[in-house]
């Protein structure tokens, strides 16, 4: 059974507790919903990867009350200290050279001599980290390859019977993963993941920043860019100026008519911060009920390219590509 804790005072030391034992606890975070577990523990950390059913090891993200705890367990550079000063706490990744004597486990890091380190923007999260009083490693709360889940209902049907508890702090905000910066070159800041962190926001702070130009310049160090990830049931239908009957829509923008029985409209308004914060529930609707009305596929409509609107591309290019067989984790390209 997976017990459901209240964001408070005691559901937040009952899930501190949990995780100080080696327990499996999701939280909200201001992004998506953790699976999270003590970095430190290898068995606790083994749970993650059951539980989520991925049959390989990816490196996860540690996740810390401040910038002063995580920066315990890398060496931060000038440059890491400026991004965190900027949007800690905030949707940031930054990947930094491990530091001497951390105890972040190596399966947490799968074995790399670098590590992912956040400070999440939710305050019960934050309130968790620092009664916790460790590093938490915590991948999005869903099944291998599935779409992230952005509040405690989805964590429940995603995992119920296989995590200790969901601890309910209500929808997340931004509702589109971290962005992941790779620091671990000073000279070559690179952007391995687009995420809450728009790029227009990261070059005022760090105006070289280089983008690699495909998914597989970065596969190697960041098996979370696998190609097929955040996948529905239906297939997939990108940048669709029309939906047929037989298609659920994705929308975004003005409403037109529409032969499609089933419409999510991301943002009538076309905004691409409410856009975001409803794309993974979007997903989850159109999938539910699509496959309920019999529909074939999701048609999905352009999105812009700019500030949010390339971390939704992202994810939406993921849940559209090439699946691996049923159950398998995220393919390597
Ligand atoms: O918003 C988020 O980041 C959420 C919430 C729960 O904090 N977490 C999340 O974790 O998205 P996950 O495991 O789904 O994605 C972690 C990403 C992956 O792309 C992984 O490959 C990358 O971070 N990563 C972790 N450690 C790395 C490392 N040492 N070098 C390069 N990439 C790394
Ligand atoms: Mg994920």
Known sequence: MTRRLDATQSGIATAASILRAGGLVAFGTETVYGLGADASQPQAVARIFEAKNRPRFNPLISHFANAQAA????????????????????????ILPRAPGASISDLAADGL???????????????????????????????????????????????????????????????????VVDLTDPNTPTLL????????????ICPHISLPQTTSDVAPHSPGRMVSHYAPHLPVRLNALQAQPDEALLAFGA?????????????????????????????RTLDREGQALGLRRIAVQPIPQHGLGRAIQ?????????????GTEDMAP
Not at 72 to 93: E, S
Not at 194 to 203: N, S
Not at 314 to 326: K, S, V
Request: include cysteine; charged fraction near 20%.
């Open 193 to 204: 993941r687009p995420g809450g962190i728009t790029l227009e926001e990261l070059v005022a």
């Open 113 to 179: 001599a670098s590590l992912a380190v956040r400070v999440p923007a939710n305050a019960t999260a934050l309130a968790l980290l620092e009664q916790a009083d460790r590093p938490i490693a915590a991948p999005s709360a869903n099944r291998s390859g599935r779409i992230s889940p952005v509040d405690a209902a989805h964590v429940l049907e995603e995992l119920d019977g296989r995590i200790d508890a969901v601890l309910d702090s209500g929808p997340c905000t931004v509702g589109v993963e971290s962005t």
């Open 255 to 283: 409403t037109r008519p529409t032969l499609a029985p089933l419409v999510w409209n991301l943002s009538a308004a076309g905004n691409l911060e409410e856009a975001a914060a409803r794309l993974f529930t979007g997903l």
């Open 314 to 326: 992202d994810r939406l290019n993921r849940a559209a590509a090439p699946r691996p067989q049923d």
């Open 71 to 94: 920066f315990t367990q890398v060496v931060p550079n000038a440059m890491a200290h400026r991004l965190a000063q900027a949007f800690w706490p905030g949707p940031l990744t930054l």
